[in-house]
């Protein structure tokens, strides 16, 4: 089944501007907390870390449109690509500028039409769950973060104090690696902890899987690739086998020829006589 489909000047594909969109949406969430960081201290001290690895990723979105670009002053000037930079600097409110390139995207999702935005989606199965357990995992990350933070400051006897400290724990949980160099005390971050421990299980199965897809996928390919490609050894033998049984009948009528041949000749010879 296929769906003749044009993307609109800009699309780079269903499954990576859902992500970007996302991403873009975590970005102007956490403006919130960096514009008043009084407001909520440990998401503030929290979102500042996180703030640089999106900088890190909405700066590589900026490099990939650039060099993709049909043209690259058109994208720079007049198709959001100076927001696309200024959001990218690792600077406390600089992610408002995310708002622009969020307006993009939805519009040229909306150019693409819901059904063929399906479509995509159904296409690129494979890659579109990556990007959205990427995605989760950032998300993930910063929330369990900031929650066993909020939990452990209260206890006497807590080794997560800091946004570091959480970040680190949440990041070796969520790899189900688990140091034990920094652990909850309290109820609710073990709860916090338990939560994290199996969603990063989950996690973890489908990158497996997926790049188990990937490797696989290829040698499927060749080995139908194979199947489908005709065996010259196969065709020379029965090639011979259909010649060898052509030159029997070929003998057969021959002989069977001759011998109405001599029948005839000697029925001839018995009527002269």
Request: glycine share 6%.
């Amino acid at each position: 089944m296929t769906e003749p489909t044009t993307p609109p000047i800009g699309f780079k594909g269903a499954s990576y501007e859902g992500f970007i969109l996302l991403t873009s949406l975590l970005a102007v969430c956490n403006i919130i907390f960096l514009i008043f960081p009084t407001f909520y201290p440990d998401a503030t001290a929290v979102a500042l870390v996180i703030d640089i690895f999106l900088s890190a990723v909405f700066f590589a979105d900026f490099l990939y449109r650039l060099f993709t670009a049909e043209s690259k002053a058109y994208y720079v000037s007049r198709d959001w690509g100076w927001a696309d930079l200024l959001s990218s600097v690792p600077l406390p409110g600089m992610k408002i500028f995310r708002l622009f390139s969020i307006g993009r995207i939805v519009s040229l999702m909306r150019k693409f039409g819901i059904r063929r935005l399906k479509y995509d989606f159904s296409e690129e199965r494979a890659s579109g769950a990556l990007y959205f357990v990427i995605f989760f995992i950032i998300a993930l990350i910063e929330l369990c973060s900031i929650l066993v933070l909020h939990a452990e400051r209260s206890a006497a006897d807590a080794n997560i104090r800091t946004a570091g400290d959480a970040l680190w724990w949440a990041y070796v949980t969520t790899t189900t690696v688990g140091y034990g160099d920094q652990y909850p005390v309290t109820p609710r971050g073990r709860i916090v902890g338990v939560f994290l421990m199996a969603a990063g299980v989950s996690i973890f199965g489908t990158l497996a899987g997926f790049l188990s897809n990937k490797l696989i996928a290829p040698r499927r390919h060749r080995d139908q690739h194979a199947s489908t490609k005709p065996d010259k050894g196969t065709n020379s033998a029965e090639i011979r086998k259909l010649m060898e049984q052509q030159e029997k009948m070929y003998a057969e009528i021959l002989s069977r020829l001759e011998k109405i041949e001599g029948e005839l000749r000697n029925r001839q010879e018995e009527l002269e006589r």
